[in-house]
């Protein structure tokens, strides 16, 4: 593969990148910020979200169950490509574009 091929296909990628991301990043701007519970409640949704998928043999990985107890305790949905682990959640509220 030449340099001017690499190069084509990496301005391309940027050029796709921006056009996908441009409508998205609109879209997101229209919600209005919201202060986040930094502890407690989610905390034990998170002790609870571990216990339940360990219990299950089900166990994901820690960023997403503290991402899903956090998402939990402030009544938030989650917006995710990430379908295969969250959906072992329960009671977590998954929201797709």
Known sequence: ???????AI???WNVLQYTLM??????LLNFPPRRVERGGSAVE???????????SGKLIGMRDIMTG?????????????NIKDF???KDLKLFTV
Do not use: D, Q, V, W
């Not at 441009?22 to 879209?27: A, I, M, Q, V």
């Open 10 to 12: 990496f301005k391309a």
């Open 1 to 7: 593969m030449t340099y001017i091929c690499l190069h």
């Open 69 to 81: 107890g956090i998402t939990i305790a402030n009544n938030l949905s989650l917006s995710t490509n």
């Open 45 to 55: 949704e998170a002790t609870r979200i571990y216990r339940e998928l360990k219990k």
């Open 22 to 27: 441009k409508p998205l990043n609109t879209y």
């Open 87 to 89: 959906k072992r959640i």
